[in-house]
């Protein structure tokens, strides 16, 4: 996905479940409405733990992918 | 003994079902304790008004490293039962090698310590109730209680959360 402009990023490397969705919650609320949180991880568990984290707080998982262990994604605040 | 003050739940004329996820936690072991958190972490991040209610050996989770009891078991009791940071795995603890082992692993695998994970749960603002009953029988005083779970309350005021939440936990 092109570069989207990302109001914070955020260095989720090395931090194993529940770490990640927890900072992701902490972070979200420190960027506006429709601000856009980039992370990185490596915790493969990210793969299925962001987007359900994003379907049930109802925030937009606008991109996700994984090159070899390093895991990118990005979420927009919603509400 | 110190006088108790009633805790007044602020959940009174809610609709039946709420956003809320309740964790009841009677175990005292390393895993389950780190389960228990794990869980509670994930609902307060996913948006839920999480509770945990601690319960018998669960105590040890929300307690200080204190001195407890009165009688000679109660005193018994407190040179077993120690804080969150001493607690042993629910199998191979083999006399506290086990929770050793755990630890370096846990370590080396960049996992969250149970300490950390707790202040991570009170950081995401999980409720934290404790057990009149086992508070009673053990021997503890709210006081022995870290300062964020001092609320101490009984099974109808546990039924209530439940009632209203999504899920309810027994660990």
Redesign the interface.
Known sequence: MEAVRADLTLDLK??????P??K???AIKTVPLAGIIEATATDPGVMADIPA?CR???HKLLSMERREKMITFVVQRVK | MAVLTAPVLETAGEPTTANKATLVVLSGDMDKIFAAFTIATGAAASGMETTMFFTFWGLQAIRKQVRTGRSLFGRMLSFFLKDIDTLGPSKLNMGGMGRWMFKKMMKAHNVATLPELRRMAIDLGVRMLACQTSLEVMEFSREDLIDEAQEVVGVAALMELATQSKFTMFI
Do not use: S
Not at chain 1, 14 to 19: F, T
């Open positions: 090395g931090l194993l479940c529940p770490i969705v927890v992701m919650a902490q984290w049930t707080t109802g």
